[in-house]
Protein backbone atom coordinates (compact mmCIF):
# COMPACT_ATOMS: atom_id res chain seq x y z
CA UNK A 1 0.00 0.00 0.00
CA UNK A 2 1.61 3.25 -1.14
CA UNK A 3 1.91 6.12 1.55
CA UNK A 4 1.50 9.80 1.58
CA UNK A 5 3.19 11.02 -1.04
CA UNK A 6 4.10 14.91 -1.12
CA UNK A 7 5.94 17.00 -4.18
CA UNK A 8 8.26 18.57 -5.34
CA UNK A 9 11.15 17.37 -2.55
CA UNK A 10 12.48 20.07 -2.45
CA UNK A 11 11.45 23.45 -3.93
CA UNK A 12 13.29 26.80 -4.08
CA UNK A 13 11.82 30.39 -4.31
CA UNK A 14 12.77 33.91 -3.86
CA UNK A 15 10.96 36.27 -1.28
CA UNK A 16 7.57 37.56 -2.49
CA UNK A 17 6.80 34.57 -4.73
CA UNK A 18 4.16 32.35 -4.20
CA UNK A 19 4.83 28.49 -3.69
CA UNK A 20 2.47 25.59 -4.18
CA UNK A 21 3.01 22.07 -2.15
CA UNK A 22 1.19 19.17 -3.00
CA UNK A 23 0.45 16.31 -1.04
CA UNK A 24 -1.37 12.52 -2.30
CA UNK A 25 -3.26 10.47 1.37
CA UNK A 26 -3.02 7.25 1.59
CA UNK A 27 -5.75 5.74 -0.32
CA UNK A 28 -8.69 5.42 2.01
CA UNK A 29 -7.69 8.53 3.98
CA UNK A 30 -9.96 11.76 3.94
CA UNK A 31 -8.10 14.01 6.64
CA UNK A 32 -4.84 15.82 5.45
CA UNK A 33 -3.25 17.72 7.41
CA UNK A 34 -0.09 19.98 6.96
CA UNK A 35 2.88 20.86 9.21
CA UNK A 36 5.74 23.30 9.32
CA UNK A 37 8.55 22.01 10.39
CA UNK A 38 11.14 24.79 10.72
CA UNK A 39 14.80 24.05 11.43
CA UNK A 40 15.38 24.08 15.25
CA UNK A 41 11.82 23.80 15.98
CA UNK A 42 9.18 21.54 16.53
CA UNK A 43 6.28 20.84 14.66
CA UNK A 44 3.84 23.41 14.22
CA UNK A 45 0.36 22.67 13.29
CA UNK A 46 -0.79 24.53 9.81
CA UNK A 47 -4.46 22.96 8.51
CA UNK A 48 -6.11 20.01 8.53
CA UNK A 49 -8.74 19.12 5.63
CA UNK A 50 -11.31 16.29 5.72
CA UNK A 51 -13.88 15.92 3.28
CA UNK A 52 -12.98 18.96 1.17
CA UNK A 53 -13.64 21.28 4.15
CA UNK A 54 -11.16 23.04 6.21
CA UNK A 55 -11.88 21.50 10.03
CA UNK A 56 -8.99 23.52 11.94
CA UNK A 57 -6.29 26.12 11.41
CA UNK A 58 -3.08 26.42 13.50
CA UNK A 59 -1.98 30.10 13.98
CA UNK A 60 -0.47 30.93 10.72
CA UNK A 61 -1.00 34.34 8.83
CA UNK A 62 -3.72 34.25 5.73
CA UNK A 63 -1.20 33.70 3.33
CA UNK A 64 -0.85 30.22 3.44
CA UNK A 65 -3.91 28.72 2.43
CA UNK A 66 -4.99 25.54 1.16
CA UNK A 67 -7.53 23.00 -0.01
CA UNK A 68 -8.29 19.87 -0.97
CA UNK A 69 -9.71 17.75 -3.84
CA UNK A 70 -12.50 15.72 -4.67
CA UNK A 71 -9.99 12.66 -4.48
CA UNK A 72 -8.90 13.90 -0.69
CA UNK A 73 -5.25 15.25 -2.25
CA UNK A 74 -4.08 18.37 -1.23
CA UNK A 75 -2.33 21.52 -2.03
CA UNK A 76 -0.68 24.22 -0.01
CA UNK A 77 -0.41 27.42 -1.29
CA UNK A 78 2.34 30.23 0.35
CA UNK A 79 1.56 33.37 -0.71
CA UNK A 80 4.37 36.63 -0.70
CA UNK A 81 6.90 34.03 0.79
CA UNK A 82 9.43 35.72 3.35
CA UNK A 83 12.53 33.99 4.34
CA UNK A 84 11.83 32.33 7.80
CA UNK A 85 8.98 30.64 5.64
CA UNK A 86 12.02 27.90 5.08
CA UNK A 87 11.38 25.11 6.48
CA UNK A 88 10.34 21.03 6.28
CA UNK A 89 6.63 21.05 5.07
CA UNK A 90 4.96 17.48 6.14
CA UNK A 91 1.49 16.38 5.23
CA UNK A 92 -0.19 13.80 7.02
CA UNK A 93 -3.24 11.81 6.63
CA UNK A 94 -5.99 9.53 8.76
CA UNK A 95 -9.14 8.01 8.19
CA UNK A 96 -11.31 11.07 8.81
CA UNK A 97 -15.02 10.60 8.88
CA UNK A 98 -15.40 14.16 10.00
CA UNK A 99 -13.87 13.42 12.93
CA UNK A 100 -9.69 13.64 12.63
CA UNK A 101 -7.63 11.44 14.54
CA UNK A 102 -4.52 11.39 16.12
CA UNK A 103 -2.90 8.31 14.20
CA UNK A 104 -1.57 10.15 11.64
CA UNK A 105 0.74 8.88 8.95
CA UNK A 106 3.17 11.34 7.44
CA UNK A 107 4.94 12.11 4.01
CA UNK A 108 8.63 12.39 3.47
CA UNK A 109 7.56 16.32 3.59
CA UNK A 110 9.01 19.37 0.92
CA UNK A 111 12.07 21.35 2.04
CA UNK A 112 11.59 24.88 1.03
CA UNK A 113 13.95 27.46 0.81
CA UNK A 114 13.05 31.10 0.59
CA UNK A 115 16.20 33.36 -0.55
CA UNK B 1 -2.78 18.38 26.49
CA UNK B 2 -1.53 17.02 29.71
CA UNK B 3 2.58 17.67 30.01
CA UNK B 4 5.02 14.97 29.37
CA UNK B 5 8.36 14.50 30.45
CA UNK B 6 10.94 12.04 28.59
CA UNK B 7 14.46 11.59 29.20
CA UNK B 8 16.47 13.30 27.00
CA UNK B 9 18.91 10.72 25.51
CA UNK B 10 19.23 7.10 25.71
CA UNK B 11 21.45 4.50 24.32
CA UNK B 12 20.85 0.78 23.10
CA UNK B 13 22.74 -2.11 21.93
CA UNK B 14 21.46 -3.61 18.64
CA UNK B 15 19.78 -6.38 19.25
CA UNK B 16 18.58 -5.66 22.99
CA UNK B 17 14.95 -3.60 23.96
CA UNK B 18 14.77 -0.57 24.06
CA UNK B 19 12.45 0.77 26.90
CA UNK B 20 11.33 4.43 26.79
CA UNK B 21 10.16 5.82 29.96
CA UNK B 22 7.42 8.84 29.62
CA UNK B 23 6.08 10.76 32.77
CA UNK B 24 2.10 12.31 32.22
CA UNK B 25 1.15 12.59 36.16
CA UNK B 26 -1.52 15.13 35.07
CA UNK B 27 -3.05 13.00 32.10
CA UNK B 28 -6.93 13.01 31.91
CA UNK B 29 -8.89 10.16 31.68
CA UNK B 30 -10.06 11.00 28.29
CA UNK B 31 -6.56 11.26 27.15
CA UNK B 32 -5.03 8.94 25.31
CA UNK B 33 -0.87 8.39 25.29
CA UNK B 34 0.42 8.44 21.56
CA UNK B 35 4.16 7.49 20.51
CA UNK B 36 5.91 8.82 17.16
CA UNK B 37 9.35 9.21 16.29
CA UNK B 38 11.22 10.67 13.92
CA UNK B 39 14.66 9.67 12.27
CA UNK B 40 16.45 12.84 11.02
CA UNK B 41 15.67 14.76 7.57
CA UNK B 42 12.26 12.48 7.55
CA UNK B 43 8.51 12.69 8.54
CA UNK B 44 7.28 11.78 11.80
CA UNK B 45 6.05 8.03 11.63
CA UNK B 46 2.98 6.96 14.29
CA UNK B 47 4.19 4.19 16.59
CA UNK B 48 1.67 2.85 18.99
CA UNK B 49 -1.21 4.87 21.06
CA UNK B 50 -3.19 3.46 24.08
CA UNK B 51 -5.68 4.78 26.66
CA UNK B 52 -4.85 2.23 29.85
CA UNK B 53 -4.22 -1.06 28.85
CA UNK B 54 -1.43 -2.48 26.96
CA UNK B 55 -0.79 -2.43 23.67
CA UNK B 56 1.30 -4.12 21.18
CA UNK B 57 1.15 -3.99 17.43
CA UNK B 58 4.22 -5.10 14.66
CA UNK B 59 6.20 -1.80 15.80
CA UNK B 60 6.55 -1.97 19.71
CA UNK B 61 4.53 -2.30 22.88
CA UNK B 62 3.41 0.13 25.07
CA UNK B 63 2.88 -0.18 28.77
CA UNK B 64 0.63 2.19 30.76
CA UNK B 65 0.94 2.55 34.75
CA UNK B 66 -2.68 1.44 36.19
CA UNK B 67 -2.70 4.88 37.26
CA UNK B 68 -1.64 6.18 34.34
CA UNK B 69 0.95 9.06 35.21
CA UNK B 70 3.52 7.17 33.10
CA UNK B 71 4.22 4.85 30.52
CA UNK B 72 6.67 3.18 28.27
CA UNK B 73 7.29 2.34 24.87
CA UNK B 74 9.42 -1.01 24.48
CA UNK B 75 10.81 -2.11 21.14
CA UNK B 76 11.93 -5.53 21.70
CA UNK B 77 14.52 -5.72 19.59
CA UNK B 78 16.44 -2.61 18.41
CA UNK B 79 18.10 -2.26 15.27
CA UNK B 80 20.16 0.34 13.98
CA UNK B 81 17.22 1.90 11.72
CA UNK B 82 15.42 2.58 15.00
CA UNK B 83 17.61 4.92 16.09
CA UNK B 84 15.70 8.51 16.15
CA UNK B 85 14.02 11.07 18.88
CA UNK B 86 11.10 9.03 19.90
CA UNK B 87 8.16 11.54 21.07
CA UNK B 88 4.95 10.64 23.56
CA UNK B 89 2.21 12.70 23.64
CA UNK B 90 -1.26 13.01 25.77
CA UNK B 91 -3.95 13.63 23.58
CA UNK B 92 -7.66 14.63 24.10
CA UNK B 93 -10.64 16.18 22.21
CA UNK B 94 -9.17 19.44 22.67
CA UNK B 95 -6.49 19.33 20.55
CA UNK B 96 -8.14 19.12 17.72
CA UNK B 97 -6.44 16.81 15.57
CA UNK B 98 -3.10 18.92 15.36
CA UNK B 99 -0.32 17.04 16.53
CA UNK B 100 2.66 18.54 18.75
CA UNK B 101 5.61 17.42 19.32
CA UNK B 102 7.72 18.19 22.70
CA UNK B 103 11.74 17.40 22.81
CA UNK B 104 11.61 13.55 23.47
CA UNK B 105 14.41 11.16 23.48
CA UNK B 106 16.81 10.81 21.07
CA UNK B 107 17.30 7.16 21.07
CA UNK B 108 20.92 5.86 19.46
CA UNK B 109 20.98 1.90 19.17
CA UNK B 110 24.87 1.16 18.81
CA UNK B 111 26.48 -2.01 17.05
Known amino acids: EAGVTQSPTHLIKTRGQQATLRCSPI?????VYWYQQALGLGLQFLLW???????NRGNFPPRFSGRQFPNYSSELNVNALELEDSALYLC??????????????FGPGTRLTVT | DAKTTQPTSMDCAEGRAANLPCNHS???????VYWYRQIHSQGPQYIIH???NNETNEMASLIITEDRKSSTLILPHATLRDTAVYYC????????????FGEGTQLTVNP
Open chain 2, 26 to 32: TISGNEY
Open chain 1, 27 to 31: SGHTS
Open chain 1, 92 to 105: ASSLGQGKGSYEQY
Open chain 2, 89 to 100: IALGRASGSRLT
Open chain 2, 50 to 52: GLK
Open chain 1, 49 to 55: YDEGEER
